[in-house]
Each structure stands twice: as structure tokens, then as C-alpha cells.
């Protein structure tokens, strides 16, 4: 059964404003560990790059925005930006069959991937309210574990599909409104990712935010179409 919790914005901005710095300095001290971890493979030396090269253009876009006006940042090249999150994102996924979705090293590599994503919220969030740009954001909450008391793995493994079909509809170019979806693990363990839980009130899964509401529980295609055209 799904359950719907209606956002309490009022609030949220100060709890943005928290997460945007919290964020960074979490950011970077995961980081300074996990660049002096030892790279088993080539495929995790390539996921390294691809990690180092998003960090560092928003290194270097938060450094710029001390620097240049106001209005600068909507001649910003978000589609470049958008593209490395979603290769590096495919990375991890290739990591997870590779090596298992249990394996430490996937899940460290996640936990940064997953910093990274929020960092993308929040420039994405700053774009519409400086830029006037229409877009939605879908925050997809899952389980890989089986037997989690948390929410069944199979309907968090569904709820994915829903949702790559969804991205892959309004994501055309030309097409629709965008949708842009970013995946969060319930069982990674950090801060900054705990009081994004708790901020949306995320206690079981699959469940999705979307425009600032809950929606727990798995959802069909049609359901959240229904929520998009809103």
C-alpha cells in the first residue's frame, strides 16, 4: 500500500542549506580516504577517473560561482555534468555485477557515488530557482539486501525499471518535461545521506520523492506519470 507525505517546505530550505555544507566537507574527507585505497582493477581505476574528473568540475563550479555574477551559472553546461553522473553511475552498476552488490568495495565506491548525487540535487535546485528551468527530480530509495526488514529487494529491483523507462521517455531529446531520477541505497551509512532519510521521512522501500512528496511503496508506470503531469 502506498502512503504519500506531503513535504514540509518551510523547513527544508534550512535543511538544504545544512546538506549543501555538510555535504562538501563529507565529500572530501571520503574522498582523501578512498583515493589512497589501493585500486584492485581496471575497471575500478576507471570509475576512479571518471569520480575525480565530476569532483573536480564541481570543485571547480563552486570556486567560479565566488568568482563570476549571479546570473552566470544558467549559461552553465549541465548536460556535460549530467553525463558523468550517469556514466559513473553506470560504473557502479557494472562494479555490483562484477563483484557483488555486498562487496565493500562496491559499497565504499557507492557511498561516494551517492555523495556526489546530492551534489547534483542541490545545483539542479539552484538552476530552477536562478534560471527558470522546468525539470522534475526523482529520488528512487531501494534495498539490495534480501531478507531487509527495511523493504523487499525484488520490488526495489522493479521500482528500477519503472523508473528507467521513465527517464528514458522524458529524457528524449525534444521530449517532455525532463525527469531526472538519482537512486539512493537505505543501507549505506553516512551523515549527510542519513538526514536526507530522515529529512523525506524514508523508513521502508522502494519509495520515491518526488517534488518534495513521499511516496512509499512500489509504484506503476501510470502512478507516477499521473504525479508528473501534475
Known sequence: MKKRIKGEKKNRGVAVSYIAAFSTAILVFVLGIWLGNYIASSKSLE??????????????LELRNEMVKYQDICALSWG????????????VINLET?????????????EVYELIEIKVILLLREIRERCKENFTTILYFYTNKKNDPKGDWRESENQGYVL????AAHNMKGKSTPVYIF?????????????LKNLYNITRVPA?????????????????????EK
Open 80 to 91: 556535460d555534468i549530467w553525463k558523468d553522473k550517469v556514466e559513473m553511475g553506470q560504473k
Open 98 to 110: 562484477r563483484l557483488g552488490k555486498e562487496n565493500p568495495d562496491v559499497l565504499q565506491e557507492k
Open 208 to 228: 520515491l520523492v518526488i517534488n518534495e512528496h513521499t511516496y512509499t511503496g512500489l509504484m506503476t508506470k501510470n502512478e507516477i506519470e499521473k504525479i508528473l
Open 164 to 167: 528507467d523507462s521513465i527517464g
Open 47 to 60: 570509475l576512479q577517473r571518471t569520480q575525480e574528473k565530476l569532483i573536480s568540475r564541481f570543485f571547480g
Open 183 to 195: 537512486a539512493f541505497d537505505i543501507n549505506i551509512e553516512n551523515p549527510v545521506i542519513n538526514y
